[in-house]
């Protein structure tokens, strides 16, 4: 997960075989909370065995958080992509709230490390449904490994929001474009952000009042299209709202045929500076995030090319 290095802010919905498979769960968790002393006692004891300096704890110790520490139950898990495992988990308690593209610090039960991983999904279904959607890729990490490999239905851990990478436009802001530069698994809270985007371009449809959004577009690399994640719920944005939200994705390292479908979306090789400059306007913002010098470059970019330090915002991960 990524520690923050500058800031500026659809009611999807939930998978068929989610509905099925954990209706019964999750309708039956939604009283369910640990006690007080039991979440104190998690985050503290995590908070103090979490001394390294690469630990996520460390790296974000000055971003600012939510007081709210929240218990929250695994309703389901899916395999995004060979590397990449996505957890859906119910937050019962109604304290808990989040802007699209912030993260959670992730406290697990008998794992002395705590997590940081980003949000996925819309703030409008934790409003609605009550849960939220992380999708972690495989490493090392004590926290990574858990979910990988021992992360079950019913586990229960805790979670707390931070960050100041967010999308959180009020109903009489101006109206903007938005730009989404994604990397690997920092494709996690502009997915977000592009959710949250199409859920007030809904609400206005229907209500005829809100924040009105400009036009998206999503730039969004990774090795393989079998990497690219959360592809089928990009590209049926794309085509809910053809005039409103745009992709292009990028495969660095294809070794296998592209399939029909995902074809006319697709470009073999990197990303360029020069595509995302022919989208810089003053009614546009940047949100960046992905491996630290992908950042680096999109980000510098775009200040050689006068856009606004306030309209570039971008979080790296390692």
């Given at each position: 997960?990524?520690?923050?290095?500058?800031?500026?802010?659809l009611a999807?919905?939930?998978p068929?075989?989610?509905?099925?498979?954990?209706?019964?769960i999750?309708?039956?968790?939604?009283?369910?909370?640990?006690t007080?002393?039991?979440?104190r006692?998690?985050?503290?004891?995590?908070?103090?065995?979490?001394q390294?300096k690469?630990d996520?704890l460390e790296?974000?110790?000055?971003?600012?958080r939510?007081?709210?520490?929240?218990?929250?139950?695994?309703?389901?898990?899916?395999?995004?992509?060979?590397?990449?495992?996505?957890?859906?988990?119910?937050?019962?308690?109604?304290?808990?709230?989040?802007?699209?593209?912030?993260?959670v610090?992730?406290?697990?039960?008998?794992?002395?490390?705590?997590?940081g991983f980003?949000?996925c999904?819309?703030?409008r279904?934790?409003e609605?449904?009550?849960?939220?959607?992380l999708?972690?890729?495989?490493?090392?990490h004590?926290?990574?490994?858990?979910i990988?490999?021992?992360?079950?239905?019913?586990?229960?851990?805790?979670?707390?929001?931070?960050g100041?990478?967010?999308?959180?436009?009020?109903?009489?802001d101006a109206?903007?474009n938005?730009?989404?530069?994604?990397?690997?698994v920092?494709?996690n809270?502009?997915?977000?952000?592009?959710?949250?985007?199409?859920?007030?371009?809904?609400?206005?449809?229907?209500?005829?009042?809100?924040?009105?959004i400009?036009?998206?577009?999503?730039?969004?690399?990774a090795?393989?299209?079998?990497e690219?994640?959360?592809?089928?719920?990009?590209?049926?944005?794309?085509?809910?709202?053809?005039?409103?939200?745009a992709?292009?994705?990028?495969?660095?390292?294809?070794?296998t045929?592209?399939s029909?479908?995902?074809?006319p979306y697709?470009m073999e090789?990197?990303m360029?500076e020069?595509?995302i400059?022919?989208?810089?306007?003053?009614?546009?913002?940047f949100?960046?995030?992905?491996?630290?010098p992908?950042?680096?470059?999109f980000?510098?970019?775009?200040?050689?090319n006068?856009?606004p330090?306030?309209?570039?915002?971008f979080?790296?991960?390692?």
């Amino acid at each position: 997960m990524a520690c923050i290095i500058f800031t500026m802010a659809l009611a999807i919905l939930t998978p068929g075989w989610l509905r099925s498979s954990v209706e019964a769960i999750c309708t039956q968790a939604v009283s369910w909370r640990l006690t007080t002393s039991t979440l104190r006692h998690l985050m503290l004891t995590s908070i103090m065995r979490s001394q390294k300096k690469s630990d996520h704890l460390e790296r974000t110790a000055s971003v600012l958080r939510r007081e709210v520490v929240a218990a929250a139950k695994v309703c389901g898990t899916t395999d995004e992509s060979p590397s990449v495992k996505s957890l859906h988990l119910l937050v019962a308690d109604t304290n808990f709230s989040f802007k699209a593209g912030q993260w959670v610090d992730f406290f697990i039960p008998g794992v002395s490390v705590v997590g940081g991983f980003s949000i996925c999904s819309s703030p409008r279904l934790l409003e609605q449904e009550r849960m939220i959607e992380l999708a972690v890729k495989y490493t090392n990490h004590p926290p990574a490994v858990w979910i990988h490999n021992k992360c079950a239905l019913n586990s229960e851990v805790a979670v707390r929001v931070g960050g100041e990478f967010f999308f959180d436009p009020q109903p009489t802001d101006a109206p903007r474009n938005l730009v989404l530069i994604a990397g690997g698994v920092g494709i996690n809270p502009l997915l977000s952000i592009l959710r949250h985007s199409a859920d007030l371009h809904r609400e206005r449809a229907e209500r005829g009042n809100g924040y009105e959004i400009g036009t998206i577009t999503l730039f969004y690399s990774a090795k393989n299209t079998s990497e690219l994640l959360f592809k089928r719920n990009i590209l049926d944005l794309v085509n809910e709202f053809p005039e409103k939200i745009a992709c292009r994705l990028y495969v660095t390292k294809q070794t296998t045929q592209i399939s029909a479908e995902l074809k006319p979306y697709i470009m073999e090789g990197r990303m360029t500076e020069k595509e995302i400059r022919d989208h810089i306007s003053t009614e546009t913002l940047f949100y960046i995030c992905g491996p630290p010098p992908m950042t680096d470059f999109f980000s510098k970019q775009l200040e050689k090319n006068h856009v606004p330090k306030e309209h570039i915002c971008f979080e790296k991960w390692w």
